[in-house]
């Protein structure tokens, strides 16, 4: 199939004259780019295909180390063999390979090199839009320009009469904005105290749902201070997240960092735990509260975590009213991210609107309900040929009824 597309690629490019549809012509010049740009980003990376690993420094002179760790390389090569998403051998570090060294069993090795397989191929697609970006600007700046703009643009960089904003400048005006509410804002806890309870991809992914809620959190008109409690440098999250925000250790950074916990930070009496297995439901937003968001992922452990320390350390909790303003969809679960979290938050606190502030709730979770009035998250439109429960109504008395009305809904 890759080569018939190919060979069409190379007629349509001898041929001008073809006449083919705007689809095809995107589908040509974008395989052709990519196979031109990959090519040169793997010349370009071709001096790091010949970097092995550190066994060494990865086993620490452990000969019971040293040994797994060739199996595990054999293995990797073995399944990038057999075409299964595994990343170049110049892609994983030795870090990675010390997180391989961990894992217990094949399925978890395998997921996370499945992981890894993804990480490399979105910042191969990053590198060809940054390429394909800058030869779209060398050619519009190489491009000769109307003569009808010649009083709005000028020859020394295409520069205009317009005062430029600078991304730093931008920065400084954010950051600003942040140490202004260190002064006069109401505060906000993060917990980072579950680092233990989440496994190195669980926590790369909340790393980047923090580094999101900082960002969502700066560019409010009225944005919190923010208190990263429990957080310890050393691990995994605080790794991750420095990696995202490399200048948040500075003294300078509009961000607090408490190695202790919250307790010993703020009032007990204060303190409310945001949690989706509480009993208490947020109606009023308070505004001198001090709300605490619990940093976690939980994608394998879904234990209710939150509540049991909130419980322990004797914390109000309270929860959103999700099923008093939302329908949700089947199969959908409630699980909200930190930044989405941090932004309905933002809007309660402004407007005091729970209608509003739960618009950041993604719809695919939502029951969705079209314009005739039915429900399409509940039967997806499915085709009625392969849709197989309604044969299951054959069994029951009133079956007759109740395929017509099926037969209906897949008509409609």
């Known amino acids: 199939m890759f080569q018939i597309f190919q060979n069409c690629c190379k007629i349509a490019l001898k041929r001008p004259n073809l006449k083919l ?49 060739k199996v595990l390389m054999l293995e990797a090569e073995v399944m990038r063999q057999d075409g299964r998403a595994v990343p170049d051998a110049s892609f994983i570090r030795d870090d990675h390979w010390s997180e391989l060294l961990k894992l217990p069993s094949m399925s978890a090795r395998r997921k996370y090199l499945t992981f890894l397989f993804k990480l490399q191929k979105k910042k191969e697609n990053e590198q060809l839009r940054k390429e394909k970006k800058r030869i779209e600007r060398e050619e ?13 643009i000028y020859g020394l960089g295409h520069n205009n009469i317009f005062l430029r904003f600078y991304d730093t400048t931008i920065n400084q005006f954010l950051n600003h904005k942040l140490i202004q509410a260190m002064q006069f804002g109401q505060k906000l806890i993060v917990d980072c105290g579950f680092e233990k309870n989440m496994v190195t991809r669980e926590n790369i992914n909340c790393a980047k749902q923090l580094m999101l809620l900082f960002s969502d959190n700066r560019n409010d008109d009225d944005p919190f201070d ?30 607090h960092f408490h190695d202790d916990s919250y ?40 234990e209710p975590l939150t509540f049991a320390k909130a419980k322990k350390e004797g914390i109000k909790m309270q929860k959103f009213p999700l099923d008093k303003y939302l329908s949700w969809g089947a199969g959908s679960g409630k699980s909200l991210t930190l930044n989405q979290v941090l932004s309905i938050l933002l809007d309660v606190k402004r407007t005091n609107d729970w209608k509003y502030a739960l618009r950041h709730v993604p719809k695919r979770k939502l029951f969705n309900v079209d314009q005739t009035g039915k429900a399409s998250s509940v039967l997806r439109r499915l085709d009625p040929q392969t849709f197989s429960r309604p044969r299951q109504y054959q069994k029951n008395n009133n079956k007759n009824s109740r395929l017509i009305k099926t037969k209906t809904l897949f008509e409609d």
């Open 140 to 152: 519009y700046l190489n491009s000769p320009k109307p003569e009808d703009n010649s009083h709005i």
């Open 263 to 302: 307790t010993n930070v703020f009032e007990k009496e204060k303190l409310v735990y945001l949690t989706p297995h509480a009993r208490d439901v947020m109606t009023n937003y308070d505004h001198d509260a001090i709300y605490i968001v619990g940093a976690i992922v939980d994608k394998i452990n879904q």
């Open 226 to 255: 923010l208190h990263f409690c429990n957080a310890n440098r050393e691990g995994q999250l605080m790794k991750a997240l420095h990696k995202h925000i490399a200048t948040m250790y500075e003294p300078s950074f509009p961000l």
């Open 21 to 69: 549809n705007s689809l095809n012509k995107n589908l040509i010049e974008k395989n052709v780019f990519n196979r031109k740009y990959s090519t040169a980003i793997k010349v370009e990376n071709a001096d790091l295909d010949n970097k092995e690993p550190n066994i060494d420094l990865i086993t620490k002179d452990d000969p019971e180390l040293k040994h797994k760790l």
